[in-house]
């Protein structure tokens, strides 16, 4: 099943899906980019079910102003299906002392098997995912803790693992330390923001690996990413990999900084995809691949 905060719902249930975005963020790193206006959510998911939009994933994790709750309310009231999200972002991203002490695996197993944040005992809320982060061409002591607790909390469960890579890199090492080291399969790991460092031959080399790859688009203004995009999509599809590609916004609901919101991806590349790839390819990318990549 693909667990939702509503609950488990039926992978063949989930429809469109925009496999990588945020509702809700807040970051110290990240001053003036607080994502916690509860009615410019709901505009935007409703945005996105008006097009045919059936699923949202947000990778806000643990410590980030997830507000799980809110998540609740905006399933119910729009119908769109949200997954949340377990596990740690950088280091960077939390108070000093903020995670000391903190047994990783158990907190991100116990979100994953009962409520995650305040939802209160028995109700719903549970995380559907890991989500954790490499560092900038490389991992550090914070990732390499981590990826491994992300690592013992999938066995535990079986949940796929999401990867922030910063701007794109370090996929290797992550593979590296997640499937070769700690026995993830690599069918369980999402790796996500590869198209902001557009190298085609390591996205192949990752999606040979048997891992997903989620492709942002379009993302933020300064990534380089947008007019790369449909040529990687399609470079990836025709070597053979169409299966392992997802596709997310990561746009955020800040639509007065300009982001297109999740809606873009139906409104704007989806007619791309079927022009370059055809209907079912299209489909795949957005309908049958979340479907697989988030069931556990």
Known sequence: MVHTVLGPV?????????????????????????????????????????LGGGALVQWTP?????????????????????????????????????LRGLDLAALFTAELTGPAGPSGPGGPGRAGLIKVAGGYHGLDAHARRTLTAAAEAHRATGAPIAVHHELGTAAGD??????????????????????????????????????????????????????????TLVALTEAGHGGQLLLGGDTTTAAARGNP????????????????????????????????????
Not at 63 to 75: E, F, H, K, T, V
Not at 222 to 231: E, I, K, N, S, V
Not at 273 to 284: H, N
């Open 62 to 98: 643990y410590g980030m102003g997830r507000r799980i709750p809110d998540l609740i309310a905006l399933s119910r009231a729009t119908g769109v299906h949200l997954v949340a999200a377990t596990g740690l972002h950088q280091a960077a991203h939390y108070p000093p002392g903020r």
């Open 261 to 296: 919101g999740p809606a873009y991806l139906l409104s704007g590349l989806r007619p791309r995809l079927v022009r370059e790839l055809g209907e079912r390819a299209a489909d795949g990318i957005l309908r049958a691949n979340p479907a697989r990549a988030f069931a556990w």
């Open 10 to 50: 039926d992978p063949a249930g989930l429809g469109l899906c925009d496999a990588h975005d945020h509702l809700f963020l807040r970051s110290e790193q990240l001053p003036g980019q607080e994502l916690d206006d509860p009615a410019a959510a709901e505009a935007e998911l409703r945005a996105f079910a008006a």
């Open 174 to 231: 992550v593979l590296d330390l997640l499937c070769d080291r700690l026995g993830v399969p690599p069918q369980r790991v999402l790796l996500g923001h590869l198209n902001r460092f557009p190298d085609l031959r390591m996205q192949r080399e990752a999606a040979a690996s048997g891992a997903y790859l989620v492709l942002d688009g379009p993302s933020r203004a300064h990534h380089a990413t947008d007019h790369h995009l449909l040529d």
